[in-house]
C-alpha cells in the first residue's frame, strides 16, 4: 500500500502543483501486464501557467475511473479543490482486497475490509462526486467516457450515460484471467471481489451441508467435499491453508461424520508452488501441505472444467478427472474487454510515435544501436520493459529481441516496425509471470495494471514534465522488492524480506497481523479488522450458511 | 424467549420423563393463525412403561421441522440421549430475528444474530443429526416427511428424500402474508429472514446509489427515495425508525446532495400504527414520526404493486398510486401451504372428533349447552379460540358464533358440523389481528405458530396425559402478557410493561438492549451484538453497498 500510495501520490502532487497540466490525459491502464501508453494534445502549449484557480473560470474535468487500490490511493492524495472530479466504479466503496482469502472463511467479515468511497472523498477540499456505475467504453477522442449504471429494475431506461472528461484516470481493476478454459466461468469461483470471497463461503458450507444429506454414497460424499484450487500463486496457497484451517479446526467439530472425507487439491501448472518466491518458501510451503494432507498436483494443466469434473493433462499429456464440490480459479488476473479495445485503439500509435523518434535515419528500420539509445524513454513509456529485463537478468535490448524470436540474433540486424512492435508484445505477454504476490497485492495490482502516457516526446511543457517525470520515478520506486508474505495456515506465514531474508513461522505471522492492521485505509476498518480477529481467536469463525 | 424456552422446556421435560410416550405425535403447527391438534395412536396402550433406555433396543425416531425458536428451544432442553433425533431445516443456523430490523440497516450485523444449529446440537447427549433441507410434504399416514436439499448444481439427481419418524415436532414458521395482493411477491421485500434483511440494506444503499446518477429528473430522484412500508405493526414501525436513523444520522452526512428528497411513508390499513400497543405509545409513535418527517398513511390499503409504483385505496375508496424505490411489506404472516395441506387433510378429523364427543345425545347437532361443556377441552385444542374469547372480551361461545355469523343467535338453535366448522375457521381467519409485537415477536412466533394434539380423548394414558398436559399449561403460561417493546428511532424505545405500566423514552431503549443482549442464544453472539452496538456508537453504521 505504501507503494500505491506513493505512486499516487506522485500524481496527485503533481496535478496539485499544475492546475493547468496542458490537457495531460493522466492514464492508469489497468490491465493483466498489457501496459499502456497515451496522450491527448490540443497544442495549446502558449497557455500560461495559472497557479490560483480563482482567475480560471471553470475547473478542469477529472474523471477516475475505479475504486480500487489504485483510484483510491489517487484520490487521496488529490487537492479536491483544484478539479471537478468525477469518480465513477460499479463498487461505492474500497475493499482491502489482501484479506479477500480471509474473508472466504470468516477469519475476517467482508464488511470489516471495505470503507464507503463517498467517506473517503468527503474528506477531500472540494465537491468530489461519485456515480455507481461500470464504464463499458472509453472514447478519447471526443473525450468521454461511457457508463452504465449498476442494474436496477426501478432505474428508467437503460442506465446508461456519458460522462466528459479533461483528464482521465483509468484504475479499473483488472479481471480473473481464465485463459479462455471451457467451463470456467460457469463453474468456477474467483477470488477478485469481496462477493467472491461471500459466495465461495456459503459454497463451501453448501457442499458440507450437501455432503451431510442421507442416501448419499460415500464416492458422493467425497465428491461434494472435494475442494480445488486451480493455481498455485499467493493467492491460492493462501486459501488453500485459510480453507484448511476452516475446516480443521472450526468445522470438523461440528460436522464429525464427513471430516475424514474433506480433501483440498492444489493444480498448479508449473513445476512449484509459489514459485515467484524464494526456494527455501517453496520447498517449507510443499512440505506443510503435504504433512497437513493437502495435495499439491504439479505440473497439471486444467484444460476443461465441467458441472461435475475438472479435466486436467500432466506433463506426460496423461488426462486426468477429478470430481469436484467447489473449485476456486486463481490464476492470475488478464485485462478487461474495455481496456483491451482502448489499447488497442490507442497503442498503435503510440509505437509507431517512439519507433519514428528513433528511427534517426528515417531508414524505416531501427538498428540495435538505435533502439539502445531509445532504451530509457522506453522503459519510462513501458515500465514492464525494465521490469522484464530485470527479471530475466537481461543485459540489455539485445537479450530481449533474442527471447523474442527464440533465436540469436545479430546486434547489426536492423528491425521493422512490425519486429519492434512484436519484441514490445512479446513482453507484454511475459510480464505476467512477474511476481504477482498476495501480500502486495496491492503493489501487484498497481504494478501490472499501470501504464502512463509520457509525454516527453512531443510535449515540453514544464507542467506535462514534471508530471510525467514525477510519475515514472514513482512507478519505478514502487517496484523495489520490498518484501511479501506467504500465509500457510496454523498461524504460520512465510516471509520474503529485502536482501534475501526470509523468516517462516509464528513470528512472521504476527508481523503479517502487524502490517495487515497497518496498511487499513481507515482507523474503524483497522478496529474493524482486528476485533475479528479476537474474534475469530475466541469463538473461532462461524460456520453458518449465510 | 423465556416463553419459548418454557413452553419447549414443557415439551422436552415430558419427553424426558417417558421415554416412551405411546406414539404421541406432537406437532408445533407453525401457521398464521391456523393452529392444529393431532397425534396418531396405534393402540398399545398396554406396553410398559420403559424408562431406561438399556432395555429398548432401539430408539424412537424423533424428527424436528425447523430450526427457528420453536424448533431451537425445543432442541436445547431435550435430552438427546433417549431419541434418534434427525433435524430438517433449510437454514442450518437460528437466528435471532427480533433484531432483524436492526440487520436491516447495519446496526446489527447479520452474523452476530445467527448460531451455528450444529453448534446448538453438538451439546446434546445422544447423536442428533441436522439435514439443511425443507420439508415439502408431511405423510401421517406412513409417518415420512418428504424432503428437498437447498438447490446444488453439483448434488446429483432432485435432492429429494424422506425420512421416517415416530414423533414428528413441525416448528417450520411462517412464512410472510401477501393476502394475494397481486405484485407483492415479485416486487416487495418481506422481513422474515436473515437473507431478507441483507437484500433489504442492499436495496437501500441502491436506491441512494440510483437517485445518485447523472441526468436524472428531480421526481426521479424523489421516485428512487421513495422508501415505502406496508404495515404499521411492531415491525414495520421498527424498520422505519432504523431506516430514518440511518438515513439521517448515517447516510446524510454522505449523500449530501440527495439528503433532503430521502421520504419514508408508512400505510396502514388500520386507523393507528402500533394498534396493538397502549394508545399512550400508539400516540407518541405517529406523533415522533410526524415529527421527525416520517409520512404515516393511516386506512390505507394496498391493492396492488407494480414494478414502479403502489396503488392503494382509502376508506372513501379514493385510488392513490405511490412510486416507491423500495417497498417492505411487513403485515403479518401466513400459513405455508406445506402446512396448510397438512391441517387440511387432518384437522377435519379432529374436529369430527370433538363434535362427536360433544355431541351427547347423538342428535347430529350441537346445543349451545352442548358447546359450553366442551369449551375448556376446545380451548385447550385450539388455543386460539381462548386467545381470541379473550381479546374480545367475549363472554363464552355464544358471542363467538354471533361474530362468526354476523347476527344475532338464539342460546338454544343448535349447531350441524358444518356451522361448527365454520365458526372455528372463523376464529383462525381472525387471530392473526391479535398482538405479533416486534419485540416479543419470539413470543408472538411461538403463540401463532403453536398447535397441538391433546390426545386427552382417546388416550388416557399416563405417558400421554402427562406430556400434553403440561404442554399445553405452558402454552396458556406462555400467552400471559409480560411485556413489549416497540424501538422508534433517535435511542427511543416504547415499553408496554405487565400492570398497565408505559415507559417511553431513552431510558426504555437501554432497558431493551439489556433485554435483547441477555436473551442472546449464546454467549458468542451477545459478545457480536454488544459489540456491534458498540462499533455503531463509535463509527456509525456502514453504508458500502455489499
Known amino acids: ?93 474500497f475493499a482491502f482486497t489482501p484479506l479477500l482469502p480471509s474473508v472466504t472463511c470468516g477469519t475476517v467479515e467482508a ?74 466461468v460457469e463453474h468456477c469461483h474467483f477470488l477478485k471481489e469481496v462477493e467472491d470471497a461471500q459466495r465461495i ?40 491453508a485459510e480453507l484448511h484451517d ?34 527455501r518458501i517453496t520447498a517449507f510451503a510443499e512440505q506443510k501441505f503435504q504433512r497437513e494432507g493437502i495435495d499439491v498436483k504439479l505440473g497439471y494443466k486444467v484444460t476443461k472444467v465441467s458441472d461435475k469434473a475438472i479435466t486436467m493433462v500432466d506433463r ?71 521490469l522484464y529485463l530485470k527479471s530475466r537478468d537481461m543485459r540489455g535490448l539485445v537479450d530481449l529481441l533474442n527471447d523474442a524470436e527464440g533465436n540469436e540474433r545479430k546486434e547489426n540486424r536492423e528491425l521493422s516496425i512490425e519486429e519492434f512492435k512484436k519484441a514490445l508484445a512479446h513482453v507484454d505477454s511475459q510480464v505476467k509471470f512477474l511476481p504477482a504476490t498476495a501480500q502486495v497485492s496491492f503493489c501487484t495490482c498497481i504494478h501490472v495494471c499501470f501504464g502512463l502516457h509520457v509525454p516527453t516526446y512531443e510535449y515540453t511543457d514544464e507542467e506535462a514534465d514534471t508530471l510525467t517525470v514525477m510519475v515514472l520515478q514513482c512507478f519505478r520506486n514502487m517496484y523495489k522488492h520490498l518484501g511479501s508474505f506467504a500465509p500457510l495456515g496454523g498461524e504460520q506465514t512465510a516471509a520474503e524480506l529485502p536482501g534475501d531474508w526470509i523468516s517462516i513461522g509464528h513470528s512472521s505471522q504476527w508481523l503479517w497481523y502487524s502490517v495487515y492492521a497497518s496498511k487499513q485505509v481507515s482507523w474503524r476498518t483497522r478496529a474493524l479488522v482486528i476485533s475479528d480477529w479476537m474474534r475469530r481467536f475466541i469463538f473461532g469463525r462461524d460456520s453458518s450458511g449465510i
Chains 1, 2 share one sequence.
Not at 475446516?247 to 513445476?271: F, M, Q, S, W
Request: charged share 25%; net charge neutral.
Open 1 to 93: 500500500m505504501r507503494f500505491a500510495s506513493f505512486i499516487f501520490d506522485g500524481v496527485s502532487q503533481a496535478l496539485k502543483r499544475n492546475s493547468m497540466v496542458p490537457k495531460v490525459v493522466v492514464l492508469v491502464a489497468v490491465s493483466g501486464g498489457g501496459l499502456i501508453a497515451y496522450s491527448e494534445s490540443q497544442s495549446d502549449h502558449g497557455a500560461s501557467i495559472v497557479r490560483s484557480s480563482e482567475t480560471e473560470p471553470k475547473k478542469k474535468k477529472l474523471v477516475v475511473l475505479g475504486t480500487g487500490w489504485a483510484g483510491t490511493s489517487f484520490l487521496k492524495n488529490l487537492d479536491g479543490s483544484l478539479y471537478d472530479i468525477q469518480v465513477v466504479s460499479p463498487r461505492n466503496y
Open 111 to 184: 464488511r470489516s475490509i471495505v470503507e464507503p468511497i463517498r467517506k473517503i472523498i468527503k474528506k477531500k477540499n472540494g465537491e468530489v462526486r461519485f456515480c455507481e456505475a461500470e464504464c463499458f467504453k472509453i472514447d478519447p477522442v471526443n473525450k468521454k467516457v461511457h457508463c452504465q449504471a449498476n442494474a436496477g429494475s426501478n432505474l428508467n431506461g437503460t442506465g446508461e450515460f456519458v460522462v466528459d472528461y479533461d483528464y482521465l484516470v483509468i484504475a479499473m481493476g483488472a479481471k480473473a484471467n481464465t485463459f479462455n478454459t471451457p467451463g470456467v
Open 201 to 240: 463461503r456459503r459454497s463451501v458450507i453448501d457442499s458440507l451441508e450437501k455432503a451431510n444429506l442421507p442416501n448419499l454414497s460415500e464416492e458422493e460424499k467425497r465428491k461434494n467435499l472435494q475442494f480445488v484450487i486451480v493455481g498455485g500463486g499467493p493467492t491460492g496457497v493462501e486459501f488453500a
Open 246 to 279: 476452516f475446516l480443521t479446526e472450526d468445522v470438523g467439530k461440528i460436522y464429525p461424520n464427513i471430516r475424514d472425507l474433506v480433501r483440498i487439491t492444489v493444480v498448479e501448472a508449473g513445476g512449484h508452488i509459489l514459485s515467484m518466491f524464494d526456494k
Open 316 to 386: 506426460a499429456n496423461t488426462v486426468t478427472d477429478l470430481p469436484y464440490g467447489m473449485v476456486v480459479w486463481s490464476t492470475g488476473i488478464g485485462t478487461r474487454p474495455v481496456i483491451r479495445s482502448f489499447m488497442e485503439e490507442i497503442g498503435q500509435e503510440d509505437i509507431s510515435a517512439i519507433f519514428n523518434v528513433a528511427d534517426k535515419d528515417n531508414s524505416g528500420t531501427l538498428t540495435v544501436k538505435e533502439i539502445q539509445d531509445v532504451l530509457g524513454d522506453i522503459c519510462e513509456r513501458y515500465p514492464q520493459v525494465q
